[in-house]
């Protein structure tokens, strides 16, 4: 039965998620408050392993949160749920596009599927933002202005935005060495997403 509903709401994740990874995520929220398969912290560690992962980042997700639910056959189920709508769509699309490419209406479907998908990646980075940044519970806890900030996440994101935007030497490395960086300084810093 856990297969059947893992590939159920991936299907439905990809099916409906439009923009790429990033637009999974408000979809991966909900999951995890309607199944608790997973919690808002482990999906700050998905996000993180996905996004330093080679691979795409919704299909990673998939993966990771289909092996944390069901191990490996698990793994499977979730990343064939999140395609299948893809690959069906794709193949019927790539048929008919042929044919109406240039038909107004087409094109007014992509237009307006733009700013759709821009704006469930925008919210998911903000979400991803939110999550890593302000720390609700901890302040709640102390009632310290301070604790509302997450010190250590926006000093690293400062550090991080400085170096490829502002220091000549930096700007052009790959994003693999911001990557690693970063996650040496987690790993230096005790970062936790929980």
Known sequence: MIYFQLFYEFFMT????????????????????RTGWFTHGHLADMIAISESTPGAIGVNMATYA???????PGAIIATLGLITPSLIIIIIIARILKTFKNNPNVQAVFSGLRP?????IAAAGFSVLVMDLIR???Y??????????NW???????????????????????PVVFIAFAAVIGILFNFSGA
């Open 14 to 33: 990809g099916l409906f998620a439009v923009g790429g990874g990033l637009a999974t995520l408000p979809f991966l929220y909900d999951i995890s408050d």
């Open 66 to 72: 289909g092996y944390t639910t069901a191990g490996i």
């Open 116 to 120: 759709a998908s821009t704006a469930l």
């Open 136 to 138: 609700i519970e901890l």
């Open 140 to 149: 709640e806890e102390t009632g310290l202005i301070l604790d509302l900030l």
């Open 152 to 174: 250590q996440a926006f000093l690293l994101a400062v550090v991080i935005f400085f170096l490829t935007n502002r220091v000549k030497a930096t700007k052009k490395l790959h």
